[in-house]
């Protein structure tokens, strides 16, 4: 199994996936080829479907920084309670673990308590699930003071249900967590440090949740209205963000490479301007203490006026992938705002896959982040979404000493004519109504400029 990387610190990690399902029954002959015929391009997807969740695996394993040693896949009727493997495929395991030389095993499935206490008395090696790699990679991520408070409530929830026996893992998790000894006094005494430390988090991020919700009520007096791109991860979302703000945010081929969210502010074709907000990305089975712990973070996402989603039109997995993001928002309860979907990376598609994905998809936005293409469509279109803050034409009759008021409408509005009139200029504006409220004393209604109007634009 050839390496993906060369580190040599890096951890060897042996992959474990476990497809759960029924087993494929018997048939006889010409049932089976009725039966094929039918079913080929089911079939197909299927196959599709596990090579790119298995791929997925192994990208979130590479995000964490480790070396793939091996790779294992069983299919399972259903999940062993004990091992979730079954005992004959946990000794190929343990074979696997010591030859391959693993540092750790890393099971594409969530494990109970006792599944997880089973397999590492098993193995020669330490276990993680799935959710435990996420936070991982999560814990690698956190910059800001922010994200690494819901990244540490995150794994200690996780962590404290499955404390009980919990020998190699509980090395995981540093800073403060006693590992003086085995027994129950000391099992009470990490639990007990762990529910304070939860406490004390908790208590963190709702001044965290205060502080942004002070900032955001701010930002609401002065009716700037803010658009969320939403999306799972590695749609783009950054690219997409760079190349409408120029601000320069971390790219990366990389899951979940933004946690903190980034605000900045767009102006768009109408001259109004929005805060555009770049948030984490969404993932296949998300866990529920993510959702729970990023929260504070989320709130972007459920005061946004539009959301922005961002879909990768080269993935095989694109529908599905669209699926796993509106099962967040509907956790968050935002499946009714008003939404544009971006089919972004549309230069990795050929001529035919773009007819396709136009003719497939009605009304979304093809677009390539890194070419730059399609932007000015979704800001025309981000123009029609918006209703707060509407785009309002008004006439002004303006001194010409009032040069101020003349440089606010032509950097905020569009003057869509001007006349002068001795030491007035009279000019029609398309802008922004919280621009042209201000402003209001030298509206006038009347007659229309006349044919010596100077046209702008």
Partial sequence: MPLNATDSTAERALLVTVVIGPPRRSLTRGAAQARDAAASTSKSLAVLDEDSRHEEFRELVISAGAIVSGE???????ADPATLLGSGKVEELSAMAASSRADVAIVDHDLSPTQLRNLEDAL????????????????RHARTREGQLQVELAQLEYMLPRLTGHGKAMSQLGGGIGTRGPGETQLETDRRRIQRRVLQLRKELE???????????????VPVPTVALVGYTNAGKSTLFNAITNAGVLESSRMFATLD?????????????????????????LPHTLVTSFRATLEEVRKAEV???????????????????????????????????????????????????????G?????????????????????????EDPVLEQRFQIPQ??????????????????????NLVRVIVAGPASLLGRYRRFRVTGREPSAQTKQTG
């Fill in 307 to 361: 959301l922005i989603h961002v879909r990768d039109a080269s993935s095989p997995m694109c529908e599905e992938h669209k699926a796993e993001v509106e099962k967040v928002l509907g956790e968050l309860d935002v499946l009714a705002k008003p939404r544009l979907e971006v089919m972004n990376k549309v230069d990795l598609l050929s001529d035919e896959e773009r007819a396709s994905l136009a003719s497939a998809n």
């Fill in 261 to 285: 969210p980034k605000l900045s502010a767009v102006q768009l074709p109408s001259r109004r301007k929005v805060l555009l907000s770049d948030t984490v990305g969404f993932i296949r089975d």
């Fill in 124 to 139: 020669p090696c330490r276990v993680i699930d799935r959710t435990q790699l996420i936070l991982d990679i999560f814990a």
């Fill in 207 to 221: 001044g965290v949740r205060r502080i942004r919700t002070q900032q955001r009520q701010r930002r609401q007096s």
């Fill in 401 to 422: 000493s009032e040069g101020d008021v003349l440089a606010a409408l032509e950097a905020g509005a569009l003057i869509q004519s001007r006349e002068y009139d001795g």
């Fill in 72 to 78: 294992m896949v069983q299919h399972r009727p259903k």
């Fill in 363 to 387: 009304r979304a936005i093809a677009a390539s982040a890194k070419e730059h293409t399609g932007l000015e469509t979704l800001l025309e279109r981000l123009d029609e979404e918006l209703v």
